[in-house]
């Protein structure tokens, strides 16, 4: 077993230590990626913010692939692509899926 697939095995158990490890290999890069597309630190550390807690929240785990990364980097992208509106409440990350797109 990977270490990547003990961390989401980790995770589904909502352990503490798991998430901690999770954000200090990922977090950083995810908040680039966010900035990168967004151009707004507020609203990348808001996208990243929502992808963790979707995570944490369980919402994501069973759609989780390997490699992590990249499966968090397109769930930054889709949070991006979909970003809060205040009137308006969005679907949960996992419900946003593009038809015929990777799941």
């Given at each position: 077993?990977?270490e ?17 490890a ?82």
């Open positions: 077993m990977t990547e697939s003990t961390i989401i095995q980790q995770l589904r158990k909502h352990d503490v230590e798991a998430f901690k999770l954000m200090v290999d990922h977090s950083e890069d995810m908040v680039i990626l966010a900035y990168t597309l967004l151009r707004d630190p507020g609203r990348a550390n808001a996208a990243v913010s929502e992808v963790l807690r979707s995570l944490w929240d369980g919402n994501l785990l069973e759609g989780i692939d390997l490699p992590l990364h990249v499966f968090l980097f397109s769930e930054v992208q889709r949070a991006c692509a979909f970003p809060l509106r205040k009137q308006t409440k969005r679907p949960p990350l996992r419900d946003q899926r593009v038809a015929g797109g990777p799941s």
